[in-house]
Protein backbone atom coordinates (compact mmCIF):
# COMPACT_ATOMS: atom_id res chain seq x y z
CA UNK A 1 0.00 0.00 0.00
CA UNK A 2 2.89 2.44 0.82
CA UNK A 3 4.82 1.62 -2.55
CA UNK A 4 1.36 2.52 -4.02
CA UNK A 5 0.89 5.34 -2.64
CA UNK A 6 4.29 6.23 -3.53
CA UNK A 7 4.57 5.88 -6.75
CA UNK A 8 0.45 7.83 -7.35
CA UNK A 9 2.38 10.71 -5.92
CA UNK A 10 5.72 10.51 -8.03
CA UNK A 11 3.16 10.26 -11.10
CA UNK A 12 1.27 12.64 -10.02
CA UNK A 13 4.69 15.36 -9.70
CA UNK A 14 5.51 14.44 -12.86
CA UNK A 15 2.63 15.70 -14.64
CA UNK A 16 3.41 19.38 -13.53
CA UNK A 17 7.57 18.81 -13.91
CA UNK A 18 9.43 21.28 -15.57
CA UNK A 19 11.10 18.20 -17.46
CA UNK A 20 10.22 15.38 -19.52
CA UNK A 21 10.31 12.18 -17.48
CA UNK A 22 9.01 8.72 -17.67
CA UNK A 23 8.51 6.68 -15.29
CA UNK A 24 9.32 2.92 -15.04
CA UNK A 25 9.56 -0.55 -12.95
CA UNK A 26 12.25 -2.26 -12.86
CA UNK A 27 12.37 -6.42 -11.94
CA UNK A 28 14.67 -8.74 -13.23
CA UNK A 29 14.19 -12.87 -13.80
CA UNK A 30 16.32 -13.32 -11.08
CA UNK A 31 13.87 -11.18 -8.63
CA UNK A 32 15.83 -7.49 -8.59
CA UNK A 33 13.11 -4.93 -8.29
CA UNK A 34 13.73 -1.39 -7.66
CA UNK A 35 9.72 0.18 -7.60
CA UNK A 36 10.58 3.31 -9.62
CA UNK A 37 12.83 4.06 -12.18
CA UNK A 38 12.65 7.96 -13.61
CA UNK A 39 14.14 8.32 -16.79
CA UNK A 40 14.86 12.34 -17.60
CA UNK A 41 14.72 12.65 -21.30
CA UNK A 42 18.51 12.63 -21.88
CA UNK A 43 18.63 9.21 -20.68
CA UNK A 44 19.87 9.74 -17.11
CA UNK A 45 17.63 6.88 -15.00
CA UNK A 46 17.00 8.32 -10.87
CA UNK A 47 15.89 4.53 -8.91
CA UNK A 48 13.06 5.11 -6.41
CA UNK A 49 13.02 2.30 -3.67
CA UNK A 50 10.72 2.15 -0.66
CA UNK A 51 10.83 0.59 2.36
CA UNK A 52 7.83 0.58 5.43
CA UNK A 53 10.58 0.89 7.85
CA UNK A 54 11.96 3.56 10.08
CA UNK A 55 15.42 2.08 9.55
CA UNK A 56 17.62 1.57 7.03
CA UNK A 57 20.46 -1.64 6.30
CA UNK A 58 22.91 -2.26 3.31
CA UNK A 59 20.43 -4.84 2.12
CA UNK A 60 17.62 -2.32 1.69
CA UNK A 61 20.01 -0.80 -1.13
CA UNK A 62 20.56 -4.33 -3.14
CA UNK A 63 18.32 -3.70 -5.45
CA UNK A 64 19.43 0.04 -6.11
CA UNK A 65 22.98 -0.78 -6.20
CA UNK A 66 22.03 -3.51 -8.94
CA UNK A 67 20.15 -0.66 -10.91
CA UNK A 68 23.37 1.31 -10.78
CA UNK A 69 25.52 -1.40 -12.28
CA UNK A 70 23.33 -1.97 -15.14
CA UNK A 71 22.39 1.43 -15.98
CA UNK A 72 26.01 2.79 -15.19
CA UNK A 73 26.95 5.80 -16.54
CA UNK A 74 23.25 7.16 -17.34
CA UNK A 75 22.59 5.83 -13.38
CA UNK A 76 22.38 9.02 -11.80
CA UNK A 77 21.40 8.77 -8.11
CA UNK A 78 19.51 6.05 -5.85
CA UNK A 79 16.76 7.17 -3.01
CA UNK A 80 15.53 4.88 -0.52
CA UNK A 81 12.68 6.39 0.67
CA UNK A 82 11.60 5.11 4.03
CA UNK A 83 9.40 5.95 7.32
CA UNK A 84 12.59 7.68 8.77
CA UNK A 85 13.14 11.49 9.27
CA UNK A 86 16.82 12.29 8.34
CA UNK A 87 18.05 12.29 4.97
CA UNK A 88 22.02 10.84 4.41
CA UNK A 89 24.22 9.31 2.32
CA UNK A 90 25.01 5.23 1.78
CA UNK A 91 27.35 5.28 -0.94
CA UNK A 92 28.19 6.14 -4.20
CA UNK A 93 24.90 8.47 -5.74
CA UNK A 94 22.97 6.37 -2.71
CA UNK A 95 21.14 8.43 -0.81
CA UNK A 96 17.81 7.63 2.21
CA UNK A 97 15.53 9.98 2.48
CA UNK A 98 12.15 10.14 4.54
CA UNK A 99 8.70 9.67 2.28
CA UNK A 100 7.65 12.95 2.85
CA UNK A 101 10.57 14.71 1.42
CA UNK A 102 8.88 13.99 -1.69
CA UNK A 103 6.10 17.32 -1.25
CA UNK A 104 8.25 18.93 1.82
CA UNK A 105 10.17 22.04 0.36
CA UNK A 106 13.53 22.76 2.27
Known amino acids: LLESFVISE???????????????????????E????????D???VGIAVKASSSVSGDDLRHLRHLRTKA????????????????FP?????IAAPIDSLWRSG
Request: hydrophobic share 40%.
Open 90 to 94: LGDRL
Open 72 to 87: GELFHLGVLLYTGTEV
Open 43 to 45: GRV
Open 10 to 32: IMRQLTWSDSFARLHHYRTRDGD
Open 34 to 41: VDAVIEHH
